[in-house]
Each structure stands twice: as C-alpha cells, then as structure tokens.
C-alpha cells in the first residue's frame, strides 16, 4: 500500500511538471522551429518547386460542379472547371469569362457569345454543344442537382451556331449573370461526362487538371499545359484533409501546409504572430444573424423582437471577432449587391434600458427561451455573448448545443425559439440571399425563420423578375429596410473571409465569397 | 417482538462499533496522503457552500472589454475568459456543479447497486437474472453507456447525473452481492431467521450495517470516477450547456485559446485533477483504514 502511495505522488509531481512544461513551451518551442523552417525556405528558394498543399478540415464531396453544393468541393471545382462568367472580386462587377460578350433582345432571351478555341482537358472543344449539355443536365429533374433551383427560371437552352448559346427564361430573370457566375454553373465537359464520373475524374476547361484522389487524406491536381489563358505556374496542387483546425495551423507553422483558409476568429492573432506566415483578410459577402422562429407566438410580437435587438451589443461582439467581422445592422452586407450605406444604422440600435423596459412591461423574462446553437464557427461564441446580454436585459435564455446536422433538422422543423444562421452568398447577390432566407415560398426549406410577410415577398419578386439592375437594387434596398423595420432579424456581422499562406506564395486572389484561383499563384 | 430480547449484546455492539470507529479513524489519520485528499475534499464541499462568499464576481457576468486577462491580473488572479468572466469565479462555483453532480450520480448509483446486490445476494433464485443483467451493463464501457443514454435523454446536467449513476450500478452490485454472500452465512444471521425475524428486517437492520465498509469505499471512489466523468461529459458537448462554469466545458472552450491563453485549459485542468487525486487516495485510505485485508475494485 505505501508503495501505492508513493506511485501516487511521483505521478501526480509528474503530471504537474508536464503540465507546466506544455504551458511554457507552447510559445517557445515551435518559434524554433520556424526559423529553421524558414532558413531552409531561403536556401531552397532559387530553384523551388512550384507546388502548393492546402489544407481544409474536411474533404470534398465530389468534384462534379453539377451534383456538389459544398464549400471545400467548390474550392477543387474552381481549379478545374470555368464559368461562363465571373464576379470580379475587386470591382464586384460580372464579367465574361467562358463567355466573349452576351445580349439580352428581350427580357425573357439572354444571348451568349463564347469564346473561341478553347478545349476540355481531355480534347473535347468547348462549344455551344457543351454549354446547353451541361445546364440542361443541371436544370433536369432526374439529374436531382442540389443547385438546380440556379437555372430554375431558365425555359430553354438553345443552340444558335458553334460558338451561341440562346437562354429563354419563363419569366424576367434579373439574377441571371449573377447564377450562370456560380461555381456550380461550371461547364463540364460532355464526353467525359458520358464516359465516366465527374464525381471521381472531372473535366473541365480550367488551369488545373485532375491527377488522383485517395478520399478522405488528398487530392492531387496538375497544371494543364493547354490552358487557354496560359498554363499557370504552379506545377502541382494537393488538398490535403486535415481535421483539426489547430493543427492544420501548426503545419503551416513548419511548413507541411502552405496554405488554409476560413481562419476562426479565436486563433487569428496566433497566426497573425506567426513569422513565416502571411494573412489574407478581406470584408466579405457572408452574413450571421439571430434569427426568430416566427411560427413561435412570442416572436411574432414585433416589441419582443425590438426589445431582443435592444439587448444585444453587435459592436462588443464584432469587436470580439478581432477583426474578423463587418459591423452593419443591414442584412444585405457591404459586399452584396443591394447594400446600401444608410441601411448600416437602420435597425435597431442597442439600447440596453430600452430593452431592459420593454421586459419589465411586457413580462418577457417570465419564459423561458430556448436559444439553439450549432457547435462550430462563431456560432457558440455568438450564442455566448448574446445570451449574456439578453440574460442582462430580464430575458431568460437557455442555450442548447447541437452538432451541424442535427441543428440544421432542427432549425428546418422549427424546434427552436431564437437561433443563429449563417449565409455565405456564392453569388454575391441580394436577391440570393433574401429570397432562400425570407421569401413565403420557402417556408418549410430554406426560410428556417418561417418569416412571411407579402409586402417583402413582392420586393424580392421585383428583385428577381426584372433585367433593369437599377431597379433591382432599389427593389433590393427596400425589402432589406422592410426586414430592419420590422426587426425581422437581428444581423450579428458579416463576414471577413480569410486565407493564409507560406510568406513565399505569391498572387493569391481571395474571392469576397471565401472562394480563391490559383490560376496566377507563384512560389517564390 | 424481537426487539425486546437483545438489550445486552445490543450495548455490548455499541462498545464494539464505538472501538471499531476510533481504530478506523486512528487509521485513517496516519495515512498522510489521505489527510491531503480529506483537506482538499474538505476545502472544496467549504469552497462549493460558500462560492457566493468568496467570489468577487458573477461567473457568467461577461465583461467583453476585460478577455483573456492572464493569471495575477489585478482583480482577476486565475485572469478571465474570452468573454472577461472571472475564471476563479467559474472554478469556485464549477465546484458546486462537480460536487452536486457527484454525489446525485453516486447516490443514484449506490441505491439501484445496493438495492440488487441486496436481493441477489440475499436470494438464490434473484441471484442469477440480477447477476446476468449486471453482466449485460458491464459489456459497455462505462462512458459510451453514458453517451447513449444521454443521447436517449437528451443533454443536460441532470441527465448526466443519470446516465453516470446507471454506469455506476453493476459495480456497486457485484461488490454488495460479494458482501451480502459472505455475511448471510454468519451466525448470528441464522440466528435471526430462526428466531422468525422478515427478510427485509434482515437485510437492511443486519446484513446491510455490516458491509457498509466496502460501500464507503466504493462511494469515495467512484465520486472521483463522476466528477471526472462529468467533466468528460461536458467537455463533449453532451452535458453541462453554456454559459454553465462546469470544469470540463471550461476546458472545451478554452482549447481554442490554448496559444493566448493557456490558463483556460490549465486552471480547470488542474481543478479536476486536483480533485479526482483527493477522493482517490481519501478512497484508497479509507480502504486500508477499514479493512486492511479488504480487496475491491
């Protein structure tokens, strides 16, 4: 028994003195070894090779454009396919890019002029052939395309000549640039997509090609030497599967990686701090809000929704992201077209005795709330600081975790009283945002709020069913004051999105949507 | 009725426990590892009752412009979280939580263990089902039971209590049918029953108070066995919900700040371990005070 004892105390001094040891370390040991990572970087750097990893806490799902709707698949598609168009992610401005110029004869006929001599990477020639093959495959209902609602207003896809597209819309379709700029939008090429699985082996029209994909570890890619714009620099790009944010930074740290994105907001100054390592922060087109559950009777009281407004500090908030957030009480952020600088103050403003008085009026502390949460991003951190501050206010809020997919079942069955959405934007456009999120005709989908109000139904429809982008952006403004009027919801931030990069990666572009080329990056 | 009949071996027994305490005791004290354990297990159900008396601050009053403060800080000296709440103030009022938990979880336990082991000791015809479902619970590893049956039940801290408490039962079980098996042979039990006294009088007025050593120990240890299990628990996601001070959601949240703040995973760190040590060796030492030649785990 002694000896047990004294075993006892020898483990316990021990596990104090590593405890200790990883606390001091934590800072000093790595810093070592990034000067020796990036010593070695300068030796090497007349002859590098020009090869890049990124690492993404998830894998892809699959690199077809047509049956994928996630971020980190996006990434890949984006190296490998092209759309007709793109948004320019300084100007914001769409610009022809598969496309040469492009028509509209009337406002139901949008007519595409393409680019000429330009080929698949596996011989194919992209033509007018390739173009209607791949919307009509996106648009038909036994394809099941997560984004087929994209095209859902497109009639028909006509073949004018070899180098024509003709799109009939069954109705004014003002957002339709802003889809055909989607990544899932891509043209694919047809052959191959007849031959074999773009979901495995893709081919498109872009500077990279696919070489090989172990699920769940990397994907491999190379330059494609016949690229039309000219084949990129880079030799060969692999998107390593990394789980663990934290660790995916420590191997940027020693030099492993080279390359992540979507940095949280809590590990930023670590990485800001680091030596060999260079950060990419742009404002960009995501937003996070509270939302309310409007099937709830107590949320469809216009005083509770301005009295939870009220209570919350938004600027304490965005200045606990570190930079990372865009302070704006508008829906449509700073990035998105329809914003509007006056509708940065439009909603309600904190006003902590405000709410504090509409409580104790009301008695809104008497139930209790139940605020659900998804367990990642800022979400918690979200939840965190708003249910203190509510709680400061008389309310009584109670915080449930969930993880993603659970949450996101949860939130579509309406099992929630206040939550926190996000919304990413791929497009860049008002109308994408506001009509999946708000819009009457997606109640019981993608509207998790159940928000229904037909006066703001009928401005997004003006957004959607006309060509006149002016008049878009005015329908646009005045659905989004409609939400801040009626504190519809209460926007938190938008988003900042980020990247960082080994300090000789060179000509890295960062879309405002979080999504990036590596069609000019160098290594140094 | 029975009663009646036995005044004189009754005091005599008194003398006998009375004797029996002080050795324990005398035991107990000369261990001096236990006395450590014992003081910090004293100093935390103190720190637990009187959190409210010694705590300068609300442990989910949130002051944004005062985060990440480090240890030593003025008016802070475990510092504050990323939200500026005061970290001592969450370890103090984590206490509260980790204690209460414990001991719902292990009283739960020890009534459903005590309960069956009791029958299938006592029994022979109960032993062998009771036995067999015990069985049954063993074959899962203690936290993936916890995990299931939380998410059956849905999470929360009281749920917790419950799931850890059902993990506790087949142990507590095996060790009081042990008990029961070796005490209900003694004579003075055959004495009782000749002399017409009811099975449950039996059970819970002789047998019970008779093995009631192994069930401290038992009780002693699995406290550690919870706490550390909350924690785990917690810092899973699956039990106390936030803004709760629970040590092990602590901890899960203060991962993500491990570079700028590696107090927020050390403090409670050092919390849990501090406490799982104390009630181990208090448990190991009341073992050894107990009955030296005593063997359970």
Redesign the interface.
């Known amino acids: 028994?002694k000896k047990?004892?004294k075993n006892?105390?020898v483990l316990?001094v021990l596990?104090f003195v590593v405890?200790l040891l990883?606390?001091c370390g934590?800072?000093t040991i790595p810093e070592e070894a990034v000067t020796e990572a990036s010593e070695e970087g300068v030796e090497a750097a007349e002859d590098v090779d020009q090869e890049i990893v990124y690492a993404a806490t998830s894998d892809a799902v699959g690199l077809s454009p047509i049956m994928t709707n996630d971020s980190v698949s996006s990434n890949a598609i984006s190296q490998i396919y092209e759309t007709l168009f793109v948004r320019n992610p300084e100007t914001m401005e769409i610009e022809p890019k598969l496309a040469e110029s492009y028509e509209t004869p009337d406002d139901k006929t949008w007519v595409i002029h393409l680019k000429e001599g330009i080929t698949f990477q596996d011989g194919t020639p992209f033509n007018a052939e390739a173009v209607k093959y791949t919307f009509d495959k996106l648009r038909d209902p036994a394809t099941a395309a997560p984004r087929a609602s994209l095209l859902e207003p497109v009639e028909s896809v006509n073949v004018i000549d070899e180098n024509t597209v003709e799109i009939k819309t069954k109705y004014p379709y003002g957002p339709m640039l802003a889809a055909l700029s989607h990544t899932n939008a891509s043209i694919v090429s047809p052959t191959a997509d007849q031959a074999q699985d773009l979901m495995q082996q893709p081919v498109g029209t872009g500077p990279f090609q696919f070489v090989e994909w172990t699920q769940g570890e990397s994907l491999v890619l190379e330059d494609n030497p016949d690229y039309w714009g000219g084949a990129p620099e880079l030799d060969k790009v692999t998107f390593k599967v990394v789980p663990e944010i934290?660790t995916a930074i420590s191997m940027l740290q020693t030099g492993e990686v080279d390359f992540i994105d979507g940095l949280?907001s809590?590990?930023i100054?670590?990485i800001r701090s680091l030596d060999n390592v260079e950060v990419l922060e742009k404002p960009g087109t995501p937003v996070y809000y509270l939302n309310f559950n409007f099937s709830k009777e107590m949320n469809q009281d216009p005083e509770f929704r301005k009295a939870v407004a009220a209570a919350i500090?938004r600027d304490?908030?965005v200045?606990?992201l570190n930079g990372l957030g865009v302070r704006s009480d508008s829906v449509i952020g700073p990035k998105v077209f329809g914003y509007t600088e006056e509708a940065d103050n439009g909603g309600q403003a904190y006003d902590p005795e405000l709410a504090k008085q509409l409580v104790e009026e009301n008695g809104y502390g008497d139930q209790t709330i139940k605020m659900l949460v998804a367990?990642r991003d800022n979400y918690?951190?979200m939840?965190?600081?708003a249910?203190?501050?509510l709680?400061e206010a008389g309310f009584d809020v109670?915080?449930?975790?969930m993880?993603w997919g659970t949450f996101l079942d949860a939130t579509a069955a309406g099992e929630y009283d206040l939550t926190f959405l996000g919304w990413s934007n791929v497009t860049g456009d008002g109308s994408e945002l506001l009509y999946p999120n708000f819009h009457s005709d997606n109640i019981g989908a993608s509207n998790r709020s159940q928000y229904s109000n037909p006066e703001f139904d009928e401005l997004v429809n003006a957004s959607r069913v006309t060509v006149d982008q002016d008049a878009r952006k005015q329908a646009l403004i005045e659905a989004n004051q409609l939400l801040l009027d009626e504190t519809a919801t209460v926007v938190m931030n938008h988003g900042v999105v980020t990247a960082a990069t080994a300090d000789d990666v060179q000509g890295l572009k960062l879309d405002p949507n979080g999504q990036w080329f590596l069609e000019n990056v160098t290594r140094e | 009725m029975t009663t009646t009949v036995q005044p004189v071996p009754h005091q005599e027994n008194r003398k006998k426990r009375e004797k029996y305490y002080v050795t324990t005791l005398k035991r107990l004290f000369s261990?001096k590892?236990a006395i450590a354990g014992l003081v910090i297990v004293v100093l935390q159900v103190l720190m637990a009752i009187f959190a409210p008396l010694i705590t300068p601050y609300d442990p989910?009053?949130?002051n944004?412009?005062k985060?990440e403060l480090p240890v030593f800080s003025e008016g802070h000296w475990l510092g504050t979280d990323?939200?500026g709440r005061d970290v001592w103030s969450r370890i103090v009022y984590g206490a509260r939580i980790s204690l209460v938990v414990g001991v719902v979880a292990v009283s739960l336990g020890l009534i459903g263990g005590v309960t069956l082991g009791l029958l299938g000791g006592y029994y022979r015809k109960l032993d062998s089902p009771i036995m067999r479902i015990v069985d049954l619970l063993f074959s899962f590893p203690g936290i993936l039971l916890a995990m299931l049956i939380i998410a059956i039940l849905g999470?929360s801290l009281i749920n917790v209590a419950i799931a850890i408490s059902i993990w506790s039962i087949p142990t507590c079980a095996r060790i009081v049918r042990g008990s029961v098996l070796s005490v209900k042979e003694k004579e003075y039990i055959m004495a009782m029953r000749s002399m017409g006294a009811s099975d449950l009088r039996i059970m819970v007025k002789h047998i019970l108070p008779n093995i009631t050593a192994p069930i401290i120990v038992f009780a002693t240890m699995r406290m550690a066995t919870a706490i550390l299990s909350t924690a785990a628990l917690s810092f899973l996601?699956l039990g106390a919900?936030?803004?709760t001070p629970e040590w092990g959601a602590m901890i899960s949240?203060g991962q993500?700040?491990?570079?700028?703040a590696?107090h927020l995973t050390?403090v409670p760190?050092?919390a849990i371990?501090l406490t799982v040590?104390a009630f181990?060796?208090l448990g190991?030492g009341l073992r050894?005070a107990l009955d030296?030649n005593m063997n359970i785990d």
């Open positions: 028994m047990l004892n006892w105390l316990f596990g405890m990883a606390a934590g800072s934290s949280p809590d590990q100054d670590r500090n304490a908030f200045e606990n367990n918690m951190q939840a965190e600081i249910q203190a501050q709680a109670a915080i449930e975790t993880e | 261990n590892l989910v009053a949130q944004l412009m985060s990323n939200y999470t996601g919900q936030p803004p949240q993500d700040f491990m570079w700028s590696p050390i760190g050092i371990m040590f181990n060796v190991d050894d030296p």
